[in-house]
């Protein structure tokens, strides 16, 4: 029997997307989470599995993006599993409030939700308009400060650096008793000028396959200069296999959706999952630490999203041939990005004979194109490849 999936387009974290998940898991539907902006070239309408659950596009630890399906048991498991471990270091459940910056389409912004509800706190939604506007997010924050114990939020590597650049949001971090960081390592400048302020870091590795993260690093650790994504938590079992990929063995990891009729676990028969990413496991004292060291495949991150260069190689053709643009071939390549940490840049070489008219008649063409696309995924530079040189005929900035 097919189960019908209910779509809820979000922009980022907004009141009514959180209320309108809320109402449907309560109805023990299935909710297909997603950004309104991303193009599904098949969208399902039902599925043979049961809710309440989740779906939820992958950022791609497992290689390549994929629709990741979660019934509701394994989002409980998370939340329950870092309340613990908050409990741990001393946390009060109840008196914790969470502040959540992050897109409900990404398991770090949909979290908070059932986090907030099974440890029975506050949660509240912070606009990425008034993140951008630090001497407001500062005030609105203290106010909330006054009645709570903890204070805890996630970022993702950009938020953290453009908050660090200026005053007020260097004085918003240190409001923190937790924050929570992943989607991308951050880098030894930014782990140092944490370290100075006293900004209280938890550096964390996960993925949507595993309903969020399956190591943490707690914040003492962290100021005292530990380089890791912290210790494997305890519903949690980690190894290295022989090519030096994380492998992640845990009852929260989800399946994959195939189809409307087969859906395939991301566990092997022995129960583990392997990632597309390199680590190592370091023992300190007793404990065992994961290092996230790089990625084995070709994608890499961007602002805290994986980038697949292979999707917008395939996205590119489709759309060269349809309009019939005078480009030979084309090549995807990675540039580096203080904010970012990587942007895409695009290599173009125009068959010959193509005059400069229709070489920016194409590139508009292009650049046209890509402003729907998802920010991580946007190309910072277009540049064009004559026979005897490499020119950048046009640079287009993107709004960050």
């Given at each position: 029997?097919?189960?019908?999936?209910?779509?809820?387009?979000?922009?980022?974290?907004?009141?009514?997307?959180?209320?309108?998940?809320?109402?449907?898991?309560?109805?023990?539907?299935?909710?297909?989470?997603?950004?309104?902006?991303?193009?599904?070239?098949?969208?399902?309408?039902?599925?043979?599995?049961?809710?309440?659950?989740?779906?939820?596009?992958?950022?791609?630890?497992?290689?390549?993006?994929?629709?990741?399906?979660?019934?509701?048991?394994?989002?409980?498991?998370?939340?329950?599993?870092?309340?613990?471990?908050?409990?741990?270091?001393?946390?009060?459940?109840?008196?914790?409030?969470?502040?959540?910056?992050?897109?409900?389409?990404?398991?770090?912004?949909?979290?908070?939700?059932?986090?907030?509800?099974?440890?029975?706190?506050?949660?509240?939604?912070?606009?990425?308009?008034?993140?951008?506007?630090?001497?407001?997010?500062?005030?609105?924050?203290?106010?909330?400060?006054?009645?709570?114990?903890?204070?805890?939020?996630?970022?993702?590597?950009?938020?953290?650096?453009?908050?660090?650049?200026?005053?007020?949001?260097?004085?918003?971090?240190?409001?923190?008793?937790?924050?929570?960081?992943?989607?991308?390592?951050?880098?030894?400048?930014?782990?140092?000028?944490?370290?100075?302020?006293?900004?209280?870091?938890?550096?964390?590795?996960?993925?949507?396959?595993?309903?969020?993260?399956?190591?943490?690093?707690?914040?003492?650790?962290?100021?005292?200069?530990?380089?890791n994504v912290g210790e494997i938590l305890p519903d949690t079992k980690?190894?290295?296999?022989?090519?030096?990929?994380?492998?992640?063995?845990?009852?929260?990891?989800?399946?994959?959706?195939?189809?409307?009729?087969?859906?395939?676990?991301?566990?092997?028969?022995?129960?583990?999952?392997?990632?597309?990413?390199?680590?190592?496991?370091?023992?300190?004292?007793?404990?065992?630490?994961?290092?996230?060291?790089?990625?084995?495949?070709?994608?890499?991150?961007?602002?805290?999203?994986?980038?697949?260069?292979?999707?917008?190689?395939?996205?590119?053709?489709?759309?060269?041939?349809?309009?019939?643009?005078?480009?030979?071939?084309?090549n995807i390549a990675k540039v580096s990005n203080k904010l970012w940490?990587?942007?895409?840049?695009?290599?173009?070489?125009?068959?010959?004979?193509?005059?400069?008219?229709?070489?920016?008649?194409?590139?508009?063409?292009?650049?046209?194109?890509?402003?729907?696309?998802?920010?991580?995924?946007?190309?910072?530079?277009?540049?064009?490849?004559?026979?005897?040189?490499?020119?950048?005929?046009?640079?287009?900035?993107?709004?960050?």
């Amino acid at each position: 029997m097919k189960n019908k999936i209910h779509t809820i387009e979000v922009e980022n974290n907004e009141t009514q997307s959180v209320e309108k998940i809320i109402e449907k898991i309560r109805d023990n539907k299935i909710i297909y989470v997603k950004n309104k902006f991303y193009e599904d070239k098949d969208v399902l309408d039902s599925i043979t599995e049961n809710g309440p659950a989740i779906i939820l596009n992958s950022s791609g630890s497992s290689g390549k993006p994929r629709q990741c399906f979660h019934h509701l048991n394994n989002l409980k498991l998370s939340a329950t599993t870092s309340g613990q471990w908050l409990i741990e270091q001393g946390f009060e459940l109840q008196n914790c409030l969470i502040l959540n910056t992050l897109p409900l389409n990404h398991i770090s912004g949909l979290m908070p939700i059932f986090r907030s509800q099974i440890w029975g706190c506050d949660c509240i939604n912070i606009s990425p308009n008034l993140i951008k506007k630090t001497r407001e997010l500062l005030l609105f924050t203290i106010k909330f400060k006054k009645n709570k114990k903890h204070l805890i939020t996630s970022l993702v590597p950009t938020q953290l650096q453009r908050l660090l650049a200026q005053k007020d949001g260097i004085s918003w971090l240190k409001i923190f008793d937790l924050i929570w960081v992943g989607g991308a390592s951050i880098s030894d400048e930014t782990a140092e000028q944490c370290i100075k302020e006293k900004i209280k870091l938890a550096p964390c590795y996960g993925a949507t396959e595993t309903a969020a993260m399956v190591t943490s690093l707690k914040p003492k650790e962290f100021l005292m200069g530990f380089k890791n994504v912290g210790e494997i938590l305890p519903d949690t079992k980690i190894r290295i296999n022989a090519q030096g990929l994380i492998e992640i063995k845990s009852a929260r990891i989800g399946i994959e959706i195939i189809d409307s009729l087969k859906t395939e676990n991301f566990k092997n028969k022995n129960g583990w999952w392997q990632t597309s990413d390199l680590g190592e496991i370091k023992q300190i004292n007793n404990s065992y630490y994961l290092k996230f060291v790089g990625r084995s495949d070709n994608a890499f991150n961007s602002g805290g999203e994986v980038v697949f260069p292979e999707v917008i190689e395939s996205r590119l053709n489709d759309f060269i041939m349809k309009e019939n643009i005078p480009i030979n071939k084309f090549n995807i390549a990675k540039v580096s990005n203080k904010l970012w940490g990587n942007k895409i840049k695009v290599i173009v070489e125009f068959r010959e004979l193509t005059n400069d008219k229709n070489i920016e008649i194409s590139l508009n063409l292009l650049k046209n194109f890509s402003q729907s696309w998802p920010k991580h995924e946007k190309p910072e530079k277009w540049i064009v490849k004559n026979k005897n040189s490499i020119t950048e005929k046009i640079n287009y900035k993107f709004k960050k």
